[in-house]
Structure formats: structure tokens, C-alpha cells
């Protein structure tokens, strides 16, 4: 949205560091001192509830930035962002990004990148009112390997446990273990060394109401 030479050039402000898996990049609450540039990798949002639940809100990949709502506006963190996988982020000071929108006219640029972000998020709301369990798992594997980077080699294996699946769509884990057979047996999904794999990505989009 800001062109290559922008681009290269915000990045230059950062100092990059490398995450393993499921390792907290921001927590909820937070100042937003930096933003985060998503170079490599793909991590999920999510807010934390009063009773301690975790709700997804969002899936992020490699291009992305994490943060920049709570820098840009000197405020405290909405959500929390793990990552699902190694990543490699360049940390950026939240001054030094508010001067690069300034010296750039990037306000704009990010304004209208905040809101695709946003209409991105309210598809989860509408999907764990409105949708059946089977429908929320297929769509939410579908992306996270839609995600994945080109790199990767074997990126139709699912990077999430039964547990966190249950998690991160709010339903009990005996329920994503019930509905996980079931695509299992249809032939979209397999079992692989203790790995869930998308292995029909056509037919699970099909489940999955696309």
C-alpha cells in the first residue's frame, strides 16, 4: 500500500528479531511502544476474556504490521498476537513510525489498511454466532495454511493442536475432536505423524460453505 521504496524503508527503522512457535509478540493491555513488521511467519490475534478464555480474532501473515493502532495512537493494546510458527518480525520504535507516516503522508495509506483489517475480523464474529462447528474448523484451516509461506514445505499441516482449535473458536475440545473425524473420513483432512494435514483443500472449502 506504500510502494517498495516506503516499504524498504520502514523497515530500515526496525531491528529485526526471530520467534519461535507460540511465543506472545504483544499482549492485551500493553502500551504500544513499537510496531511490529510481519516479515516472515503467521501468528493469530486474539482478546482475552474476563474469565480467562481467549477469543480469535484474527489470522496475520508475512507483509502484515502488528500494533500500529496502539502506536499510532499512544494507547494501550486491544489484543494479544502469538505466534503460530517461526517468525521474523522488525521491531519498530513507535516514534520513529509516526515520523515515517509524517515524512511520507502514510496516514492515509494506513487508515485505509487499518479498516481492511478490521472488516477481516468481524467474519469471526459472525462465525461463532451463526455458524456450525464443522463450518468454523474448516474455514479457520482453510486460512491458516492459505497463510503459510511459500517456503514452507509442507504447508498444509495444520500448526494447531485440538486443544488450540477449541480455543481459538470457543467450543470444548471433545466437539473439534467429533467434527475433525468426520472431515477425516470424507477424505479433506488426514492424519500424518501425529499432524493433522489439509489433504482435499477443494472439498474442505466445500464444508467449509465456499
Not at 516499504?7 to 499482549?27: D, I, Q, T, Y
Not at 474455514?139 to 481459538?168: G, H, K
Request: aromatic fraction near 4%; charged fraction near 25%; hydrophobic fraction near 40%.
Amino acid at each position: 500500500m506504500v510502494g517498495e521504496s516506503k516499504w524498504a524503508r520502514l523497515l530500515e527503522l526496525g531491528v529485526p528479531r526471530v520467534h519461535g512457535p507460540r511465543v506472545p509478540l504483544l499482549r492485551q493491555g500493553d502500551p504500544g511502544t513499537t510496531v511490529l513488521v510481519l516479515l516472515s511467519g503467521r501468528v493469530k490475534v486474539f482478546g482475552t476474556e474476563p474469565d480467562g478464555g481467549r477469543l480469535l480474532l484474527a489470522l496475520r501473515g508475512a507483509g502484515d504490521l502488528l500494533g500500529e493502532i496502539a502506536a499510532r495512537s499512544a494507547s494501550r493494546r486491544t489484543a494479544t498476537v502469538e505466534t503460530i510458527d517461526r517468525c521474523t518480525v522488525s521491531v519498530v520504535p513507535a516514534e520513529r513510525f509516526n515520523t515515517f507516516l509524517e515524512e511520507h503522508n502514510g496516514q492515509a495509506a494506513l487508515a485505509d489498511y487499518s479498516l481492511s483489517k478490521l472488516s477481516q475480523t468481524v467474519p469471526y464474529q459472525v462465525e461463532l454466532v451463526h455458524f456450525s462447528p464443522e463450518r468454523k474448523i474448516a474455514r479457520l484451516l482453510l486460512e491458516v495454511v492459505a497463510l503459510a509461506d511459500e517456503a514452507v514445505t509442507d504447508r498444509y499441516r495444520v500448526p494447531f493442536s485440538q486443544q488450540e482449535l477449541a480455543n481459538s473458536l470457543g467450543v470444548v475440545r471433545s466437539t473439534i475432536s467429533q467434527h475433525l473425524s468426520r472431515l477425516k473420513d470424507s477424505g479433506a483432512l488426514r492424519q500424518d505423524h501425529g499432524h493433522l494435514v489439509v489433504a482435499d483443500p477443494g472439498l474442505l472449502r466445500t464444508f467449509a460453505g465456499l
